[in-house]
């Protein structure tokens, strides 16, 4: 979990990206990868979008304008992107631990 504080048309917003937060994120671009390779879906999942981007920008301090939603979004998008990537990054730089399983000595 880390805030981060992003700036939409001069006003600045800050998000803590939670794992209920990045779960939004990763669904809202679900739902925008199905509109984009199904264009006759996006009527179906236009509604499911509206409500995720609700819900994401629910989280945001202070409450986002309306003219602010979809640069904020796209914003909160990036940041959980880049989040994964520290993340991959780290995991990839950490040496692998070999397990060693407990075996008892035999008599």
């Not at 939409?8 to 917003?13: A, L, P």
């Amino acid at each position: 979990m880390s805030a981060k504080e992003v700036d939409v048309n001069g006003t600045e917003y800050r998000i803590v990206l939670t794992e209920q937060v990045i779960g939004h994120v990763n669904n809202l671009k679900n739902l925008y990868n199905a509109a984009y390779e199904d264009p006759e879906s996006f009527e179906d999942v236009s509604a499911e979008i509206s409500s995720t981007i609700n819900e994401i920008a629910s989280t945001v301090e202070p409450e986002a304008e309306d003219s602010d939603l979809d640069g904020l979004i796209q914003e909160i998008i990036k940041a959980v992107d880049n989040k994964a990537e520290e993340i991959e990054k780290e995991l990839e730089a950490k040496p692998k631990k070999e397990t060693k399983k407990g075996k008892g000595k035999s008599k």
